[in-house]
């Protein structure tokens, strides 16, 4: 698997904020990441998408920007089952 850094923005409305209103957390994207099922495109919204487990073993979809090959900023992230 190819070494991604992950950009992590903890100012208020950031991207650590947004992903922490759906209980997930920086550790449980850099898990799934490890731990990626499938890669593919949003159908909502045209952005870069990986499905992967959490750290609790649950399968979480992480809809990312590729800034570079190995820069990624994660844009949003939820359990599967919970969107919506």
Do not use: K
């Not at 950031?14 to 990626?36: F, K, M, Q, R, W």
């Amino acid at each position: 698997m190819l070494d991604v850094v992950f950009i992590w923005n903890e100012e208020p409305g950031g991207n650590v904020e947004h992903i922490a209103d759906n209980n997930l957390y920086p550790e449980d994207i850099e898990c799934a990441y490890e731990t990626a099922l499938r890669f593919g495109i949003s159908r909502s919204s045209g952005r870069q998408i990986f499905y992967g487990q959490a750290g609790d073993d649950s399968e979480i979809l992480v809809v990312y920007e590729e800034l570079d090959a190995t820069t990624w900023y994660v844009v949003t992230a939820y359990r599967v089952g919970e969107e919506g």
